[in-house]
T-cell receptor
Framework: AQTVTQSQPEMSVQEAETVTLSCTYD???????LFWYKQPPSRQMILVIR??????QNATENRFSVNFQKAAKSFSLKISDSQLGDAAMYFC????????????FGKGTLLTVNP | EAQVTQNPRYLITVTGKKLTVTCSQN?????MSWYRQDPGLGLRQIYY???????DKGDVPEGYKVSRKEKRNFPLILESPSPNQTSLYFC?????????????FGAGSRLTVL
């Protein structure tokens, strides 16, 4: 069974600094997709970034970027120039291509941004 | 606005009293799914549907039922709720065709079973 592990239950960062959230996953599949979702206090699940496993280039979305290490099965999220609005629970998620489209989530990392 | 709408957003009920959480999407998505979120466990899939009249169990289906009679609606039914079903529930939908298709989530339904 596929598993997603987020080893940092909580992280904190100073405003304007950079923080990296870790995620590892376990799979024997070759066709899969990785996601980071953000859940602010409103509880809404918001997609932050997406990575296709077949792409070697790391995905970026403005201040958010990933370090995708396929051989190591690692998918970390880097947030640059952290802002107060980045404070949230962050979930790493995995989805197998051509499957039941289920997202398998990690347990989450709670990010605090200090002013 | 493209969205997934869940109701109710908050509900407190008692053990054994049947309840339904509705989910509706306006994006013509084939795929719909229910997740529950519990502290320290992340989100876990309850049921999913690939299209009308096609549903299947996820990882934690016990105590839940679903139906998909219309493409836009995917209600979650708790026939006899128990306290261990106290949780935050999310409905989500997406197009089929690629695992890259993004799941759009509803705003969540906080359920408390006393």
């Amino acid at each position: 069974a596929q598993t997603v592990t987020q080893s940092q239950p909580e992280m904190s960062v100073q405003e304007a600094e950079t923080v990296t959230l870790s995620c590892t996953y376990d799979t024997s599949e070759s066709d899969y997709y990785l996601f980071w979702y953000k859940q602010p206090p409103s509880r809404q699940m918001i997609l932050v970034i997406r990575q296709e496993a077949y792409k070697q280039q790391n995905a970026t979305e403005n201040r958010f970027s990933v370090n995708f290490q396929k051989a190591a099965k690692s998918f970390s999220l880097k947030i640059s120039d952290s802002q107060l609005g980045d404070a949230a629970m962050y979930f790493c998620a995995y989805r197998v291509g051509g499957s039941n489209y289920k997202l398998t989530f990690g347990k989450g990392t709670l990010l605090t941004v200090n002013p | 606005e493209a969205q997934v709408t869940q109701n109710p957003r908050y509900l407190i009920t008692v053990t054994g009293k049947k309840l339904t959480v509705t989910c509706s999407q306006n994006m013509n998505h084939e795929y719909m799914s229910w997740y529950r979120q519990d502290p320290g466990l992340g989100l876990r899939q309850i049921y999913y549907s690939m299209n009308v009249e096609v549903t299947d169990k996820g990882d934690v289906p016990e105590g839940y039922k679903v139906s998909r009679k219309e493409k836009r609606n995917f209600p979650l039914i708790l026939e006899s709720p128990s306290p261990n079903q106290t949780s935050l529930y999310f409905c989500a939908s997406s197009l089929l065709g690629s695992g890259a298709n993004v799941l759009t989530f509803g705003a969540g339904s906080r359920l408390t079973v006393l």
